[in-house]
């Protein structure tokens, strides 16, 4: 079963983005893509309705998890093994710092 996550662009939904058997997984919400002055969520991921597929993390989104201080204490916190990148991503980039924030989808 696929985790996933709702990749926000400010207040706007942008995307899913999902960790599968296969590994990681970014699609663009196509209501967004018909959206007036829509911007890609990063310059490494352009608009496009084609799934993005990769066997690692994107590094867009690996970025934006804490580091340091903050990212001990979410492991502390949330029992969560630093090596597990994409909870880390879904449990401390609800409020990041930027455009771009990523939420668990329920």
Known sequence: MAKTGKVYYG???AGIV???DD???FEYN???LKSVNVKPVSLT???KQEVYTSKVLFPFFDGLIPEGWLLNMAIDHWKVKPNDRFELLLLTCADAV???SVQPAE
Request: glycine share 12%; proline share 6%; net charge neutral.
């Open 98 to 100: 930027g455009a771009v």
């Open 23 to 25: 590994g990681y997984e």
């Open 18 to 20: 999902s960790e599968t």
């Open 11 to 13: 207040k706007a939904l």
């Open 30 to 32: 196509k209501a967004y």
């Open 45 to 47: 991921l352009p608009l």
